[in-house]
Each structure stands twice: as C-alpha cells, then as structure tokens.
C-alpha cells in the first residue's frame, strides 16, 4: 500500500516538469509587456529597459525559466510585479476562500447527483428517470455565468433571501459565510452534478442488473438496501473517478464564479493578474491550479484502493 | 415416491415479460412460462431441463418471486407464496435459496467472504455478532473452505471455490429449498463432480429440497429424483429419472437424449436429430409449441397444444402422438 503511494507520487514528477514547461511558455508567449502595464506606454526607451532588467526580462528565455522553477522548486514562486509581495504568500491567503467554494459545491453536487442518479436508475424508463436526465442535461448545458446571474437575480434581487456578493470567513460567522456560500457553491456545482447524475445512473443501471443484486434480493434484503447496500456501492467507483477528473473544470468555474461573486479566492486573483499582466503572479497561480489539480487525482487514485479491493491487491504485487 | 403433501407445489404458473413498446405501443408479450405445475417433495431433486430459452430460469426465479408471476400459483407446504405481503415474504426467503450459474457475478465484488454470508444471518436472525461470526465459519467449514477466507475478496477465488462460497450463502439459513441455476454449467468438468457431491451432502444432512435446473443431461441424470423437459416454456415431459432416461416419450425428450455423447458403443442407437431451431417464444406455432420439428407430427398437432397427462405410472407427457 505505502508502496503503491510511493510510486504514485513518483509519477508526479515528469507530469510537473511538463506542466511548468507548458506554463511557463505560455504566458511568454503572450503578446503584451509587463513593463508597458507598469510604466505606462508613454515611457522612455531607457526607463524600460531599466525595469526590464530589474525584472530580468532581458535575460535569455531559458535562463529565466531556470530561475523560475529554480525558486518554484524551493516554494518561492517569484514576487508579484503590482503589489511586491511574493506570490506564495498571496496565494495561500486566497486559497482559503476557493477551497471552501471548491469543497462546498462537490459536497452539494454529489449529493444531490448520486441520489437522483440512483433514483433515475431505480425507476428507469418513467417520468423521475426523465425528469433526473432532463435536469442533468440543463446543469451540463447551461453556462455557469447565465445561472449565476439568474441566480442573483431571483435570490437576491426579487426575493431578497440570500446575498448577491461577498465573502465571509466561516470562523467569523458561521451562518452568514454560508448564506454567502449558497449561491455560488450551487451555481458552480450544477455542471458537475448533471454529469454525476448521468454517471451515477448509467452505472447503476449496469450494476443493478448483476447477478449478485438478485442473490442480495434472495437473501431477504429489501429493494433499499439492495440498491444503496450492494449496488450503490460497486458504482461509486466510476463517480469517483469521475468527480476527480472534473475537478480541472471545478477549478476554471472558480474563475468565472469568483468573478460574478466578488468572490476573493485564486480565481479573481488569476484574473486581475492577467488584467495588470502581472506575469509572476499569474504563473504561481496557474501552476498552483494545475499542480492542486494534480495532487487530488493522485487522491482519488489512493482511495480507489479503499473503494475497491481489486486494485488493492494489484497494488502489493 | 412418497405421496405425503409436498414442499413445493406449483399451480398453473404463467411468466409473461413485455418487450418493447413505448409511449402510445404496445408493448409485445414474451411467454417465457405457459401452465407450469409440479410438485417437489422434501429432500427431493428435481431435474429442469430444456434448451437455452425454454424458459428454465424464469420458474426458478418466479417461485423464488425474484420474478413475479404473471398468474398461478406457489404453494411452499401450504403458503401461498405469490400472495405473501412483503413481510412474510422476506420471512419466507430464508427458507427457499438459489444458486446462481455465474459465480463471478453472483457473489458482490466489495465485500468480504464474512460480510457476504453474515448478511443473511443479520437479516433473519437476533444471533449476536460472535455468534453469527461463529456461524459462519462454521458454515464455510461445510463447503470446504478454510475460516481464514472469510476476511478475503470474492475476486480472491477461483471459480469453484466461488460456487461453493455461494453454497454456503445458500445453506447458512439452513433453506428446506435451494433453486439451482445451472450451478454447475461454468465450471469445468472435476470440479463439477466436486460441488455436485457438496449439493448431495448438503442434502443429505439438512434435508433439503433442490429445483436443479441445467441444460447437461449427464449431470441432471447423476442428481436427480425426478426429471421435468421443458419446450418453449412449457414442461412436454414429467416423470422419474429411470423412466424418463430409459424410455423417454416425447419425441423431443427422445431427440435430447439421443444427442447426449457416450463412449459406449451400445449407447450410441440410432439418433433422432432434430431439425431447425427453437421458435421464438414471441410467436410461437399454433399448437403443440414442438409441431415444426416433430417428425411424429399428426393433423391435431397444429391446432390443439397437447396436455401434460399421465402416460401410464406417473409417466407424463404432453404429446397428441403418445
């Protein structure tokens, strides 16, 4: 098992030399100069080559990618070009604050897909099963920002029963940080629940129409048990899995909700970086995505030992 | 044969599944059992046998009600089992078990050997925790296997231990009827003989009744008491195994038991094959369902489905040419 662990992990090594390549290329790729954001395009030729060998932007592209991921490699990911601050620092007071968005709409989403995904499967072919596919398919299709808006709309503006906009700390206030919390948790989990939903209800399918759901049945077990004892817990797997991989889009939703809900987590800050091409911090915070990203797949795949024993065994050979 | 009140009499049983249709169309009927009677006595066996989609499974399963029967009758001694409220009939399940052909698919891959036959044993017992952990090692000592593979995965055995895993399962209630759905039929040949001494031991020891349903002739003719043939969902021949096996009287039952290999030159007689295949049982022929393939055919065949009667001590057959 520790074994299995080890391994894993050492896997992750190429998979983050290749990610840093990648973003780190990108962004120089990017037309646009930091020095023009930072000095205005009015500036003299000599101010902006000063700035631009302050910053090291003079030095052969290689060399500074070295330097980059030198620091990266020893947890300092450069220093913020707007604010001065390092990087690391600004990320680790946002992360709270996406976790929580992050951790709150999986909650809520897999909750509520796996069990209308279990009931759509359980009454397969009539009127739940296609209200459950027809609600997936909206949560899959339809644009986070437009619920989200919608959403603030209806809740907030007519109603008036939860908060448009804003972030509280749930240490401060528990109540207020989750009626905080509700709308754009929802909002940016309804993708990822229509596709759990499906996910859920086609395995369930599949598993229920196994042999040793009848054996349960001939045991005596009554229909709720059979499913949610036997069944529901030989699907999970898949939902896992699934859950795990979708988490990238989970993480690029973080954007787009943290935008529309004044939401102070990594995602706002990605984007006011890119607003002031604030390059350093926009690298920390893209690598920081990608390598978090990573890290949960590397969980999923440890608790898949947990959920099923077949890879377990496999594990120790 | 003992004529005391049986364990299990089943009346008129009839199976029909839908196929199909959708909104606005009717959905077509598949007959998968039509007027199924026949008793089983205690500590009897009787033998199911008939092609694949003969509808075998479908009477295992609708006496179990793992299917509910369209129409008919169960009765276990004297419980209508079809009209048991869901209460009784949980109450009922431990008394009547079934063994399924698949033991890879049968045993639920995320649970340990103990969790699997503990199950039954919380569900219908007050035993304590110990005691039903008692018992199920006790149990797997039955079937041969060792306590130490109770904290194992299903996915941990091989095929035959598998089976007798779900043996086990079966036997932990101490069932007076245990369904054998081609128990037997995935595992290769000496390990056939080895669960098939198990199921006799079994019953010998407990008492217990078996439905052996199975398409092999040999193994149904080393097992059983009793033999049912059935044809497109309806038995054309009932009666002892050494009467049926000797002088069968259906001209199907003669074509099936002509198309069992032996190595005896003496057993090899003349072979009645028969021709064509099993018609769809979603538009059977008019009358008798074996008409299009019988060489024995008469005028009556094609318009009135024979009745299964008594051909002469107890020797049935549902043939107009007998």
Same mark, same amino acid.
């Given at each position: ?50 700035? #631009? ?46 976790? $929580? ?5 999986? $909650?809520?989403?897999?909750?509520? !897909? ?34 989200? /808006? ?8 007519? $109603?008036?029963?939860?908060?448009? /906009? ?70 999970? /797997? ?80 | ?9 089943v009346e008129n049983m009839n ?18 059992s039509r007027n199924i009677s026949f008793t ?6 009787l033998g199911l046998v008939g092609?694949?989609?003969s509808g075998k499974?479908?009477i ?48 639920? &891959? ?9 199950? &039954? ?10 005691? #039903? ?32 895993? !779900? ?12 369904? !054998? ?45 009793r033999v049912a043939v059935l044809y497109l969902g309806s038995i054309v021949e009932l009666a002892?195994?050494?009467?049926l ?5 259906h001209?199907y039952t ?29 538009? &059977?022929?008019?009358?008798?369902p074996f ?6 055919? $008469? ?6 489905m024979p009745e299964l009667r ?5 020797h049935m057959a549902a043939c107009?040419?007998?």
């Amino acid at each position: 098992m520790l074994g299995y662990i080890i391994n894993r992990i050492i896997y992750l090594i190429p998979t983050l030399f290749i990610m840093s390549l990648v973003v780190f290329s990108f962004i120089a790729l990017i037309p646009g100069d930091p020095v023009d954001a930072i000095l205005g395009l009015n500036a003299s030729e000599e101010a902006r080559a000063a700035v #631009r060998a302050e910053l090291g932007l003079d030095r052969n592209i290689l060399v500074q990618y070295l330097s980059w991921a030198g620091g990266i490699v020893t947890g300092d990911f450069g220093t913020s070009l707007t604010s001065g601050e390092p990087v690391m620092k600004l990320i680790l007071e946002k992360l709270p604050a996406t976790l $929580l968005l992050a951790f709150a709409s999986i $909650l809520i989403s897999v909750f509520i !897909a796996v069990l209308a995904g279990t009931i759509a499967a359980v009454n397969k072919g009539n009127w739940l099963d296609i209200g459950v596919l027809v609600a997936a398919l909206a949560g899959i299709s339809i644009p986070v920002f437009w619920i989200a /808006i919608l959403s603030v709309l209806l809740f907030s503006v007519h $109603l008036q029963i939860l908060p448009s /906009i804003g972030y509280v700390s749930l240490l401060e206030d528990p109540i207020l940080a989750l009626r905080h919390l509700a709308l754009p948790s929802i909002c940016m989990g309804a993708a990822l629940a229509g596709g759990i939903a499906r996910m859920t209800r086609s395995e369930m399918i599949e598993q229920l129409s196994k042999d040793y759901v009848i054996t349960a049945r001939a045991k005596g077990l009554s229909p709720n048990e059979v499913t949610y004892r036997h069944a529901l817990r030989n699907s999970l /797997i898949t939902v896992v899995t699934f859950t795990g991989l979708e988490l990238g889009t989970i993480l690029s939703g973080a954007i787009i909700v943290e935008t529309i809900f004044a939401w102070p987590g990594l995602g706002r800050m990605a984007i006011d970086a890119i607003f002031t091409r604030d390059y350093p911090t926009v690298q920390g915070v893209v690598l920081f995505m990608a390598f978090f990203f990573v890290f949960v797949n590397l969980l999923v795949d440890i608790s898949y030992t947990f959920l099923n024993p077949q890879i377990r065994l496999g594990g120790k050979k | 044969m003992t004529n005391e009140s049986p364990l299990l009499r089943v009346e008129n049983m009839n199976k029909v599944f839908p196929i199909g249709g959708g909104f606005m169309k009717k959905p077509l009927e598949l007959h998968a059992s039509r007027n199924i009677s026949f008793t089983l006595n205690k500590g009897e066996t009787l033998g199911l046998v008939g092609e694949s989609g003969s509808g075998k499974s479908t009477i295992g399963r609708c006496i179990l009600r793992l299917h509910e029967p369209t129409n008919g009758k169960v009765y276990y001694e004297d419980t209508d089992v079809t009209a048991l409220a869901p209460r009784d009939m949980k109450a009922m399940r431990s008394k009547m078990q079934i063994i399924f052909q698949d033991p890879y698919g049968s045993l639920t &891959p995320r649970m340990k050997i103990g969790q699997i036959l503990d199950e &039954p044993l919380r569900i219908h017992t007050n035993l304590s925790k110990a005691e #039903r952990r008692e018992k199920v090692l006790e149990t797997l000592g039955h079937v041969g296997m060792r306590t130490m593979h109770a904290d194992r995965f299903p996915h941990e055995f091989s095929g035959g231990q598998r089976q007798r895993i !779900a043996i086990a399962r079966a036997l932990i209630m101490q069932p007076n009827l245990i369904v !054998a759905d081609e128990a037997v039929s995935a595992l290769d040949v000496s390990i056939q003989a080895q669960i098939i001494n198990l199921m006799v031991e079994a019953q010998r020891e407990q008492d217990l009744a078996y439905l052996f349903i199975s398409h092999d002739l040999s193994v149904v003719r080393y097992m059983v008491d009793r033999v049912a043939v059935l044809y497109l969902g309806s038995i054309v021949e009932l009666a002892d195994r050494d009467s049926l096996y000797n002088n069968p009287a259906h001209p199907y039952t003669q074509a099936l038991l002509t198309a069992v290999p032996s190595v005896k030159k003496a057993d090899r007689q003349k072979k009645v094959y028969l021709l064509g295949e099993i018609p769809s049982p979603l538009n &059977p022929p008019a009358g008798c369902p074996f008409r299009p393939r019988c060489e024995r055919a $008469l005028a009556a065949c094609s318009v009135e489905m024979p009745e299964l009667r008594d051909i002469g001590g107890g020797h049935m057959a549902a043939c107009h040419a007998v």
